[in-house]
């Protein structure tokens, strides 16, 4: 069976704690393993400003999960995200098609972080060797 | 005088350059930032130098960028 590459960007309201964030991510999770769908990587890019104001917010924590999964697994994954409350906005992005999970190099694609990742996580180590 | 100015041709940034080309991406917005203007609108390519080729995939990279408010869309006026 074939699989298809996606990763979904979800904007995250960051008033109202960690809390949001880890019941958006369990839903995630959920959502795509229902639909047999495998995690690659999860990038945390922490609170960032929006650009321009959504709903009320400046500001949105920002997750971006990218995957192997078929069309159902987005569908699923997108209709978890609407009926989640703390959720500001989502985009899922197709990344590439026939992908082989029996083949796929998951350990080297989890390793392959985005600008935006390797920046936060700069910053929370920045953080964290301040506060030790 | 004449009209166009005889200054040196612009060479695409991307075309030159493949890692920069590889770097292309909506997650990348400090590197988005340079093709667009202070009022965010996309640099169009007579300006900016970039190819058609990269100018249709840098275009589709900031509206996805914009889609989830890492660039902003249009600036109000100034």
């Known amino acids: 069976m074939f699989l298809r590459k996606y990763e979904t960007v979800v904007l995250i309201n960051p008033e109202l704690g960690e809390e949001a964030v880890t019941k958006t991510l369990t839903r995630m999770r959920d959502g795509l393993t229902s639909t047999s769908g495998k995690e690659i990587r999860l990038e945390d890019w922490g609170v960032k400003r929006i650009a321009y104001e959504l709903n009320g917010n400046r500001r949105a924590h920002y997750l971006c999960l990218i995957y192997l999964g078929s069309n159902s697994s987005v569908a699923e994954i997108e209709r978890l995200l609407k009926i989640t409350e703390a959720v500001i906005k989502f985009q899922t992005v197709f990344l590439e098609d026939r992908v082989d999970p029996a083949k796929f190099e998951f350990e080297k694609e989890r390793k392959n972080l985005s600008e935006l990742a390797k920046r936060a996580k700069a910053k929370a180590d920045a953080r964290k060797e301040v506060s030790a | ?78």
């Open chain 2, 1 to 78: 005088m004449s009209k166009k100015s005889a200054g040196k041709k612009k060479s695409c940034p991307f075309a030159s350059d493949l890692q920069l080309a590889a770097e292309l991406d909506y997650k990348n917005p400090d590197l988005l930032k340079r093709f667009v203007t202070d009022r965010g609108r996309i640099v169009p390519r007579r300006i900016s130098g970039v190819s058609a080729f990269y100018q249709r995939r840098l275009a589709v990279q900031i509206k996805r960028a914009r889609a989830i408010g890492l660039l902003p869309y249009a600036a109000k006026g100034v």
